[in-house]
């Protein structure tokens, strides 16, 4: 049976490792991106929020099986939390209802592992507020403070707490949505260049992101993941954040979370 998919993010990375999976297996995806994508479209504007919608919409007809919000930054900057966390709300937000027309909808969002790791409790707050405004001021004073790397693992924190709030309502599992999120370790892509481009690098990352599992991952070990977590056979995993990070939860949380 053939689906229909939309994938952000999907021009480089694991967007693309997803995209090229779902069309080998025969199934249409409308890439979105902001270059080299059936949809360009710049997910830190609220503009480019609505276009995302306007043109998925004429791309699908109205309908579509699958949302896969993957699109996100790693740097240190406000753009960071405009698209990791306003941006993936506003996809999956956005996207639902075309969702309504699909015998076997399904929604992803990609997270990480990095939501572990130490995070900005303001900046989260304002993120689960939906105060985009408070939010990217937030961001901004911690860049000032000289606090930048605190932004990203804040913004993937507060998308996997949205994800566990919002997949069990009458929005998303009462209309028969599993929503649920992956989180990945460190994965062999350009946005992770500068972590693995040498031995030391990735000694040093390693360090950081501990990854006694066959170590550091490829693009399509996470693609792998997202497929079945969009696929007609994933009827029942609700609100999960299932971690594909070599190892890195269970050395970071041990058996803490029962």
Known sequence: ??????VTGAASGIGAATAALLTGQGHRVIGV?????????????????AALVTHVTEHSGGRID???????LATESTATVAVNYFGAIATLDGLRPLLAG?????????????????????????CLAHDEPAALHRAQQ??????????YGSTKRALVRWIRRNAATAEWAGAGIPLNAVAPGVI?????????????????????VPMPL????????????????TSVENSHLCGQVVFVDGGSDVVIRGDSTW
């Open 188 to 208: 062999r892509t350009a946005m992770t260049e500068q972590f693995t481009a040498t031995e030391e690098a990735e000694k040093a990352i390693l360090q950081m």
């Open 142 to 151: 911690l860049l000032d403070e000289g606090q930048g790397g605190l932004i």
């Open 214 to 229: 066959n170590g550091i991952a490829e693009a399509p070990v996470v693609a792998n993941l997202i497929g079945y977590l």
């Open 33 to 49: 991106d902001l270059h080299d994508a059936d949809v360009t479209v710049d997910l830190t504007t609220h503009e480019g929020r």
């Open 102 to 126: 699909s015998d076997a909808p399904r929604a992803v969002a990609t997270a990480s592992m990095a939501s572990l790791f130490p995070v900005d409790d303001a900046l989260v707050d304002a």
């Open 66 to 72: 699958a949302i896969v919000a993957n699109a996100g």
């Open 1 to 6: 049976m053939t689906r229909t998919y939309v």
